[in-house]
């Protein structure tokens, strides 16, 4: 049984190591654009939006977050935010039992 596993954790290891890549492919593969589909290729209408606007959509969502947070707005919500932050105070005690969770891991 011991053996079985470690030979599957051996093999697991060399599977790790081949899919590695160089820091240029790495890069490479990070810049390049989504490939645009067929109408017919796309699962659903949403979908097809979303991969023809990303880059519209990610630049009005990391605008409108500056401007709230220059404005002392919530990101997440219209509130007032906590002095020196970004949230409010409820999304400040959610963030914080994110936080928990996470580095609970």
Known sequence: MFKEWLTKLKEKKKQVFERKKSPEETNAL?????LPLKDSEYPNRFLKFY?????RLNQE???SYSERKK???????????VPHLVFCEFHQQ???GYNQK????
């Open 71 to 81: 404005a002392g707005i919530c990101v997440r919500c219209h509130k007032p935010v």
């Open 30 to 34: 990070s810049k390049k654009q989504p």
């Open 102 to 105: 996470a580095r609970a891991k």
């Open 94 to 96: 959610k963030q914080k």
């Open 61 to 63: 969502r990391r605008t």
């Open 51 to 55: 991969h023809q606007n990303s880059r």
